[in-house]
């Protein structure tokens, strides 16, 4: 089940923040060169808090919705081997998802690749017909 940017009840925030999030924080892994990488969060932290709130995956995906229309980062405090630290995650452009765009000029593939390779036949009228009675 995905939903909305959440699977299993975590956060998959892989195309905007560059993090996959479990349901209780925890980061499950962070994308090379993301925002969360440049900003110092790795795979086993914690996420306990979002902006002085604590973690909830609703909460997050609403932080970063609401980052889009703010210049402060996102405030985290993040548990790693016991230790508490905060993280500023400076990211602004909101939720991100993949999507397919057509580049000007170039043939359009995706139609060619949709279009059925077989004609589907048309139902015969004799085919809907019911049979004759006491036949």
Do not use: C
């Amino acid at each position: 089940k995905f939903i909305g940017g959440r699977g299993n009840g975590g956060v998959f925030s892989w195309y905007d923040t560059g993090l996959l999030i479990g349901r209780d924080g925890t980061v499950r892994e962070v994308r090379d060169g993301s925002p969360a990488w440049k900003a110092g969060l790795s795979q086993d932290m914690q996420i306990v808090a979002v902006n002085g709130r604590a973690f909830a995956p609703d909460l997050w995906t609403n932080a970063i919705t609401d980052a889009k229309t703010s210049s402060a980062p996102i405030h985290l405090r993040v548990k790693q081997a016991g230790y508490f630290q905060r993280i500023d995650l400076p990211y602004h452009d909101g939720l991100r998802y993949p999507h397919l765009q057509r580049v000007a000029g170039t043939t359009d593939m995706l139609t060619q690749i949709m279009t059925p390779r077989i004609p589907v036949p048309s139902p015969s009228p004799s085919a809907s017909a019911s049979p004759a009675a006491g036949s």
